[in-house]
């Protein structure tokens, strides 16, 4: 797959696309190996960088389904990381629905965005937390009001 191939991915997604669907084994398989990394060594891995735990011929070769898996997954890693599917990851059939509608789910760079950026706000309230918070309210976006969560428990619940 060419860079440039995975930039004009970007662009698009960028531009407003709809992330690509994917097979709902894919993002098992990278749940899967991801979780096989210590968590204190997971920083700055993501779905790209794990060839040496995943064979790199399972990922997709097409460059909008690629990007897709790594969108796919990030969504998928910040909700299971703010605690929001707990309940449904701790049971191994409800775990099932949560990769088919991580795979499946109808989302843009808006609920990725929404997604990671809940988990950089900090709960505490410090002036971090507070400078942090009004930052993203000054662009529009109240991490208080995140909805992408619902979003994804609803569309699981109807649909997987």
């Given at each position: 797959m060419e860079n440039d191939d995975l930039d004009a991915a970007t662009d698009r997604i960028n531009a407003g696309a709809e992330?690509?669907?994917v097979e709902p084994s894919?993002?098992?398989?990278?749940?899967?190996?991801m979780n096989s990394?210590?968590?204190?060594?997971?920083?700055?891995?993501?779905?790209?960088?794990?060839?040496?735990?995943?064979?790199?011929?399972?990922f997709p070769q097409n460059p909008d389904e690629h990007l897709a898996m790594?969108?796919?997954?990030?969504l998928l890693n910040a909700l299971?990381?703010?605690?929001i599917?707990?309940?449904?990851?701790?049971?191994?059939?409800?775990?099932?629905?949560?990769?088919?509608?991580?795979?499946?789910f109808p989302?843009?760079?808006?609920?990725?965005?929404?997604?990671?950026?809940?988990?950089?706000?900090?709960d505490s309230s410090s002036d971090v937390s507070q400078k942090t918070g009004e930052a993203f309210r000054q662009t529009g976006y109240d991490p208080e009001l995140s909805q992408v969560g619902n979003k994804f428990i609803d569309w699981m619940l109807h649909n997987c």
């Open positions: 992330v690509a669907t894919l993002i098992e398989y990278i749940w899967k190996c990394i210590p968590r204190e060594q997971r920083q700055g891995t993501s779905p790209g960088f794990t060839g040496v735990l995943a064979d790199p011929g399972r790594m969108i796919r997954y990030a299971v990381e703010r605690g599917l707990d309940t449904y990851m701790k049971d191994e059939s409800l775990r099932q629905k949560v990769f088919t509608a991580a795979a499946l989302c843009d760079k808006n609920d990725l965005g929404e997604a990671v950026a809940q988990g950089l706000v900090p």
